[in-house]
């Protein structure tokens, strides 16, 4: 069965879980940021600088995010197919770029952002291709 | 190029990688019950409880928190854009996991979005 059909609550759903998964890596991010002067150089260094990142709150609240992202991600899914879903998903590609520039102060140059586009549309060539070997049953 | 950006790039690829083994056996696990299409609340709940009686499922968890704690020393050494445009190399890795282990057949159009994305990833990785 191949399910296309975007409606407006799907799409609503869509939009959500694109803006939750740009949160997710802004607030893993935000935790991990806190701990960049920790210089890991063995196995025993990285465990200290693992427990200091699991006592962020941020990382808390990026690991609820991934949750609820994982319910909103399964009502999508059965509803419609992935080929369909991902491309639309896939534009947290361009966000969690804008959320760096806007609220974390990195820098992207007009050369990342060509780099970034490609990826975007090679993400959404692949899961479109899955759609070609799927469609002639429908 | 700087120093210490193929120290980055390799520790993407190993939480890329432990990140397709995770998404591989939660696959794996999923197809192995069969649920009904329509989902409500409840029935999700009774889903994910299934799930966990499953040890596939504790595997992939396992692999999901390395790369997690791999990912978190990523980003403590390198800016949020880069790091999460490079993390689409996952899509290499199922890509070369489903053509030779899996024997699938692809598409110009998959080969074309896969190369898409390798030059994606250099671009990003030079500027």
Redesign the interface.
Known sequence: MFKKKVTLRILLLLIASDILETAIHFFFKKSALAQAEFAVLDLSSAAVFLKAVFTSPFLWAGLFTVALVFIIWSTILSRIDLSVAVPIASFSYILVPLVSVIFLHERVTLFRWMGILFILTGVMLVSLSSRERIAPHK | MKPGLLVILLMIALTSLCDTINQLFLKSAIDSLNFS???NLIK?FKFIIQLLTKPRVWLSFIFSVISL?I???V???A????A??AD?MH?IFI?LASRFILKER??H??W????????????????
């Open positions: 299409p329509k989902f999700i704690c990912w978190l020393l980003l403590s050494k800016d949020l854009n880069f999460f445009s689409s899509y890509a692809f598409s159009l998959r074309l979005g896969t190369g898409l994305i390798v030059s994606g990833i250099v671009f990003v990785s030079l500027s």
